[in-house]
T-cell receptor
Framework: EDQVTQSPEALRLQEGESSSLNCSYT??????LFWYRQDPGKGPEFLFT???AGEEKEKERLKATLTKKESFLHITAPKPEDSATYLC????????????FGTGTRLQVFP | DAGVIQSPRHEVTEMGQEVTLRCKPI?????LFWYRQTMMRGLELLIY????????DSGMPEDRFSAKMPNASFSTLKIQPSEPRDSAVYFC??????????FGDGTRLSIL
């Protein structure tokens, strides 16, 4: 069964303390891996799409990387406004437009 | 630009009642997705449409759930009759082409 697993479930960081979030996946033929940010009471907000192993994308303090089995979301010198739940999703195969979401990592950054 | 608009934002109703959730996708988008989010199971796809046609409804939990998209600017998700286990946050998302999906802010549904 296709699976997307995110770790850790929760992460508490001091402002400026860099860290990484992990998303591991088992799908038969990855078409794309997506990172979203979700704030309380809001819908997920798109951050990045990665398509092939070795690909990297950056946006402000965030950098996403992809290997054949996992993706990392690196957060450099985080600020309190980076506090949110980060969701990973994969799109697999040639015959579906569906995304399979992980359960997310809840990040809290303290000043 | 207006994003995906969902209504109502909150719905509280009694078990057995009919519930209708509404979604207006981003203008010009040709895909529309309905999701359900719970603490236990996370974000689950219920059904999605392409050019107003339902493509995959395998995530719809039971016959009590139905979804329609009568035109490119409107979709509904209906639960009849509702049950307490249907309580969740329901999201609508739309996209131009397959990805990325843009989400609304959801409807928080509570069935008493």
């Amino acid at each position: 069964e296709d699976q997307v697993t995110q770790s850790p479930e929760a992460l508490r960081l001091q402002e400026g303390e860099s860290s990484s979030l992990n998303c591991s996946y088992t799908v038969s033929g990855l078409r794309g891996l997506f990172w979203y940010r979700q704030d309380p009471g809001k819908g997920p907000e798109f951050l990045f799409t990665l398509y092939s192993a070795g690909e990297e994308k950056e946006k402000e303090r965030l950098k996403a990387t992809l290997t054949k089995k996992e993706s990392f979301l690196h957060i450099t010198a985080p600020k309190p406004e980076d506090s949110a739940t980060y969701l990973c999703a994969v799109q697999e195969g040639d015959n579906t437009d569906k995304l399979i979401f992980g359960t997310g990592t809840r990040l809290q950054v303290f000043p | 630009d207006a994003g995906v608009i969902q209504s109502p934002r909150h719905e509280v109703t009694e078990m057995g009642q009919e519930v209708t959730l509404r979604c207006k996708p981003i203008s010009g988008h040709d895909y529309l997705f309905w999701y359900r989010q719970t603490m236990m199971r996370g974000l689950e796809l219920l059904i999605y449409f392409n050019n107003n046609v339902p493509i995959d409804d395998s995530g719809m939990p039971e016959d009590r759930f139905s979804a329609k998209m009568p035109n490119a600017s409107f979709s509904t998700l209906k639960i009849q009759p509702s049950e307490p286990r249907d309580s969740a946050v329901y999201f609508c998302a739309s996209s131009l082409g397959i990805q990325p999906q843009h989400f609304g802010d959801g409807t928080r549904l509570s069935i008493l």
